[in-house]
């Protein structure tokens, strides 16, 4: 998650631990999308696989960044990277970390929308991805579009549980509805750190009910 | 009036009318147990040869049959778990 104050190793530790478990949990998921479209042809199975997808290469990207931090590593992919300053090696670890999860959440919504547009899907990408870059202050603005769209991915999980009432259903709601006061905690975070601890335990419970709902599903 | 079956559930009732026709069946026959019209089954039947979920059988007496491919077992038998994974997101 984007952090721009040193912080304690105990904590660098515990996000590296939390992040390559969220990474590794969504990779799962999106496997099994894979898997589910390869043999069916649904489409929505597919594009569900891409947002988990990027969802994953997200947190693989942060646990990097956070490995780097942790084992004073930055130097060295400063030098690998051919990057002069180290300021600019966290700038691209929090705008990729920005793009692709906002990518994921996008291509979340537009599965959840039923359309077959790619033209609405860009365009809602765009106007995303422009109005972080051109904003003043990114990362609120960054954390204020991915809670709303986190609320409506909400919205849409509470209709499909209140459609079919299934523990199953009921966990995937409350996982989105953890990874959302997860994100909205993070807005706080920016200046406090108890914030931060508490928005990346939300979270952490958020991937353990959806790891737990892969689990449930795939030993039936 | 019940709702439009997703993919999954046209895909899992062809290879379920293969299944219980001792996994040997006519087009004719898939048509009527999976409920789909004859320009949809052609369609459903081309994919499912392509994604190697069912082989086509060419018996001179018989005329032209379908059986299920090793994959296409496998596929009945992860019905469940997909259908619950799909359930549990949305992916409807």
Known sequence: MVHFNPLPSWILNYTLFSEIAFAIITFAVCLYSFKIYKLSGEKKSQLFGFAFLFISINYFLQSFLTLAALFKLEQNICSLMKI????????????????????????????TLNIKSIKTYILILAISIVSILFSSNK???????????LIYISFYYLMNYTK????????????????????????????????YLIGHFLEFIAYLLILLNLFLVSRK | MSKKRSRLEVIHDILEAIKRKNKIIKPTHIMYKSNL??????????????KDLIKEINDSGKGKTFSLTQKGIEYLDQYKKMIGFMDSFGLY
Not at chain 1, 139 to 149: G, R
Not at chain 2, 39 to 50: I, P
């Open chain 1, 84 to 111: 002069q300053d180290l300021q600019m090696l966290t700038l691209y670890g929090i705008y990729s970390h920005l793009f692709f999860f906002i990518i994921g959440l996008i291509t979340l919504v537009y599965m």
């Open chain 1, 164 to 195: 079919n009432k299934q523990i199953k259903t009921l966990l995937v709601l409350i996982a989105f509805l953890f990874l959302l006061f997860g994100n909205i905690h993070f807005i706080f975070s920016i200046n406090h750190q108890v914030y």
């Open chain 1, 139 to 149: 990362i609120y603005i960054y954390y204020v579009l991915a809670s709303i769209l």
């Open chain 2, 37 to 50: 019209s004859h320009k949809m089954m052609q369609s459903y039947l081309k994919e499912l040869l392509e």
